[in-house]
């Protein structure tokens, strides 16, 4: 959804930041921030805008404001192609070796919600945890679907595909500090031009082929 090509930040996110900021007449300034602290930097008013394909959920939803969402997703696994069966059925026994996921984020919660006695292992990249599914030491990553989707597009020849079931249905929005009334209504505006003139479509189709 957003990540750094070079000095480059590009993806979904990255593009509607831009798309967002024409539409303001602002120009756009990127801060990489660790995913636990962006709450915190938001609040702090070190940001004014999150968008980085967060999940809206009640926790965070007494801390900072959401938009509009923009994309409905669900939590889904990538599995090694074999075994793209194997854990539909019943994930909690098979999982042997453990599942994969990223700190502090929706899948993380979801495994220690849904699946108390899997053993839990922590990624900082999607591909850090490809690398451990194919080497065994995992037998599923949990993630967000665009991150899933991007990551079996790019492993599919390695060995790696997506399990054919969704964990969770989530909705993806950008998060705004409480008291910014002026920027939350200006990103929602946004967010409804965009889908009714199909600029969003557009941009998510770019980055995600599989979607319509």
Known sequence: MIFKQGWQFVGVEADLAQALGRNLGKQVVFVEEDWEKLIDALCDNQ????????????????????????????????????EKYTYVLNLANQAQHGVGVKPGTTADYLVRQEFPGLK???????????????????????????????????????????????????????GVRRTDTQLLEAANNFVQKAKADGELNQILSKWMPGFH
């Open 120 to 174: 839990r292992k922590y990624y900082e990249t999607g591909e850090d945890a490809a690398d451990a599914l194919l080497g065994q030491k995992i037998d599923l990553f949990i993630s967000d679907a665009p991150m899933i989707w991007y990551l079996a597009s790019l492993y599919e020849s390695k060995g790696l595909a997506v399990m054919p079931l969704v964990l969770s249905e989530e909705q993806l929005a950008w």
């Open 47 to 82: 940001i004014d805008i999150i968008m980085s394909a967060m999940s809206v959920t009640p926790a965070r939803s007494y801390r900072i404001a959401f938009t509009t969402p923009y994309l409905k997703v669900g939590q889904l696994a990538l599995i090694r192609t074999g």
